[in-house]
């Protein structure tokens, strides 16, 4: 049997109160780049004049990071436009601990 849908279906959400995704990146040792297209969209969007917005909403980007990342590197990217947030590695220090992340991103409201 085959169904025909004669209306166009949109999956998106119809609620035009929500907002946008917050992006979030996970760079333990923070190599993201600070001319990334990520913050050049924010930083344009911050820029603009809030009447010549419409109905944009820009979320600004947070980057979770290792603790013991240089805090100069870490200015420069904040700097740049992002929120950086440093985070306890696992035990072997070279990824980010999950668990630790999550509780951090809880901390800042932000719901998985």
């Given at each position: 049997?085959?169904y025909?849908?004669?209306?166009?279906?949109?999956?998106?959400?119809?609620?035009?109160?929500?907002?946008?995704?917050q992006?979030?990146?996970?760079?333990?040792?923070?190599?993201?780049?600070?001319?990334?297209?990520?913050?050049?969209?924010?930083?344009?969007?911050?820029?603009?004049?809030?009447?010549?917005?419409?109905?944009?909403?820009?979320?600004?980007?947070?980057?979770?990071?290792?603790?013991?990342?240089?805090?100069?590197?870490?200015?420069?990217?904040?700097?740049?436009?992002?929120?950086?947030?440093?985070?306890?590695?696992?035990?072997?220090?070279?990824?980010?601990?999950?668990?630790?992340?999550?509780a951090?991103?809880?901390?800042?409201?932000?719901?998985?």
């Amino acid at each position: 049997m085959v169904y025909e849908i004669d209306y166009p279906v949109n999956l998106l959400p119809t609620d035009q109160d929500l907002k946008p995704p917050q992006p979030i990146i996970l760079d333990p040792t923070l190599r993201f780049p600070i001319h990334s297209r990520i913050l050049k969209v924010w930083n344009d969007f911050t820029n603009t004049h809030p009447s010549d917005r419409g109905d944009i909403i820009v979320r600004q980007p947070w980057v979770i990071c290792g603790e013991g990342v240089d805090v100069e590197r870490i200015a420069e990217v904040e700097n740049a436009g992002a929120i950086v947030i440093p985070v306890e590695l696992d035990t072997e220090g070279e990824l980010l601990d999950l668990h630790v992340t999550q509780a951090e991103l809880t901390s800042r409201t932000y719901r998985t």
